[in-house]
């Protein structure tokens, strides 16, 4: 007889967030928004991480005959962060060393900026859903305070439980979405980190590459 009393009493997943209140809600938005974020950040990174290394060696050849122009054909068909930077360098071609340098990193920084976007996103996630979880613990905890006051002594666990439930519920929820977004932002990050490190290669290579003719 426990037995079958224990199981009708379990609740499924669906009941456990009607429990968790109003404030569910907004933590549900914000693990969508993430999740969104993070496998449309995750496809755009995934196609910039490895630079094409036999565009650098096609476009030193054009560079070394003179034939700026499909050196910049070759940028645009490539279409990628690394063609983009190596394109606005080939732009300053025949100016200062510091400009042509300066113009580049220019481009650098906006390209890390198009391939971080949503990143904040998911930091503010990270934070802020643990506070929305924690502020549920309050609200809850003030309903279960306000049961115990309208009903004096006569408050039985039934009329706390409703109170307690919020409260556990979204402090859980708001852990859970809170360290997924972490996790989240901390990889795409770590990604981010190595095609920052390529850019600076391919700036370095290229810059290499303009000083060869000098250099015979």
Do not use: H
Not at 167 to 194: D, E, M, P, Q, S
Request: glycine residues 8%; proline residues 3%; aromatic residues 6%.
């Amino acid at each position: 007889m426990l037995l079958q009393t224990t199981a009708t009493q379990t609740k499924n997943l669906w009941e456990i967030v009607i429990d968790g209140g109003f404030l569910m809600i907004p933590l549900a938005i914000l693990l969508l928004i993430s999740i969104y974020i993070f496998i449309e950040r995750c496809l755009v990174i995934s196609r910039a991480v490895q630079p094409d290394r036999n565009l650098m060696k096609r476009i030193r050849e054009s560079v070394q005959e003179g034939d700026i122009e499909n050196a910049e054909r070759l940028c645009k068909k490539n279409d990628s962060p690394y063609s983009r930077l190596i394109m606005r360098g080939i732009s300053r071609i025949g100016r200062p060393t510091q400009e042509v340098m300066g113009a580049i990193e220019n481009t650098g920084n906006i390209e890390i900026s198009r391939l971080s976007k949503g990143l904040a996103w998911l930091s503010t996630t990270a934070a802020g859903a643990p506070m929305i979880g924690f502020l549920g613990t309050v609200v809850g905890m003030m309903q279960s305070f306000d049961s115990m006051a309208s009903k004096g002594t006569a408050v039985s666990i039934t009329d706390l439980g409703g109170g307690i439930s919020m409260a556990l519920i979204t402090t859980v929820a708001g852990l859970v979405v809170g360290i997924l977004a972490l996790f989240a932002y901390n990889y795409l990050a770590a990604r981010l980190g190595k095609i920052l490190t390529n850019m600076e290669t391919t700036t370095m290579e290229f810059m290499d590459m303009l000083n060869e003719p000098a250099a015979l």
